[in-house]
């Protein structure tokens, strides 16, 4: 079987839509404002609706553009700077911790859990509901699992569920020397619940960043954070801590070069 050389294949039709719609997005457009409708745009550029469609899909990927329930598609605001990054040995719900919690409630580790806490499938594991509002907007939904054997001491009078169970858990997680994070992330899709949480539509694209809590050499938490993928933008810093950036500086000195 041969091969196609990357410089004889011809520009995607709707990947030149999408520079053609970036430039009227930063010329015709303020933030905020919402799009014509589909069959307008794609009578406005000579396209089909297809193709419309899968350029304005990877703008809404690159936090250009936001869809929004009951409104449509707008112009997306520069994406705000949320700082993610944790000191190597915190806990969840440690001074100074950004979260809101929201709910917590107990039942056997779903086989997807079960593998990232490393676990039999049977094993009762309580799971933390928290979110994050940065300026106002929900920008990241959070789930924490953590195994009933990683807080033997949660007492059986705390209550049963809500903020309160909630901050219960996290704070037995805080007696536990935590010897390492182990941290990954990912780009997917909104779940439904995720997806009502941030305000977003199942199926947005989001930013997905799992951490792994290991203490004594094994893992005594993990947490499935949910990002805006319109509204974030995850940077590396030189600790390898996780941060998420504020571009607006750096999207004006992009214009005025």
């Known amino acids: 079987m041969g091969t196609t050389r990357l410089e004889t294949v011809p520009e995607p039709k709707y990947w030149h839509l999408r520079t053609v719609l970036a430039e009227a997005l930063d010329s015709d457009f303020a933030v905020g404002e919402v799009l014509p409708n589909e069959r307008e ?4 550029f ?4 297809a193709t419309l469609r899968q350029a304005l899909e990877q703008l809404e990927l690159e936090g250009r553009l936001q ?4 409104v449509g598609t707008t112009v997306a605001p520069p994406r705000l700077g949320v700082d993610v990054s944790t000191p190597p040995h915190a806990w969840p719900g440690a001074d100074e911790d950004a979260w809101q919690p929201l709910d917590c409630g107990t039942a056997t580790a779903p086989a997807a859990v079960a593998r990232l806490l490393e676990t039999g499938e049977g094993e009762p594991v ?5 979110i994050r509002i940065t300026h106002g907007q929900s920008v990241a939904a959070e789930l924490i699992h953590v195994p009933a054997s990683s807080v033997p001491d949660l ?3 705390e209550a049963p569920s809500g903020p309160a169970r909630a901050r219960a858990v996290l704070r037995e997680l805080q007696h536990l ?3 390492a994070q182990e941290r990954a992330v990912e780009l997917g899709s909104a779940r439904a619940d995720d997806a009502k949480e941030l305000d977003r539509l199942p199926g947005a694209p989001v930013l997905v960043v799992t951490t792994r809590y290991v203490v004594a050499g094994r893992v005594a938490a ?3 954070a949910t990002y805006r ?4 933008r995850l940077t590396f810093g030189a600790s390898g801590d996780l941060e998420i950036s504020d571009e607006t500086q750096e999207r004006q000195e992009r214009r005025a070069s």
């Open 41 to 44: 745009l794609a009578a406005r």
């Open 46 to 49: 000579g396209v089909a609706r």
């Open 67 to 70: 869809r929004r329930r009951g």
């Open 126 to 130: 309580h799971t933390v509901r928290r």
């Open 155 to 157: 007492s059986a009078i």
């Open 177 to 179: 020397g935590l010897d």
């Open 222 to 224: 993990v947490s499935v």
């Open 229 to 232: 993928a319109d509204t974030c």
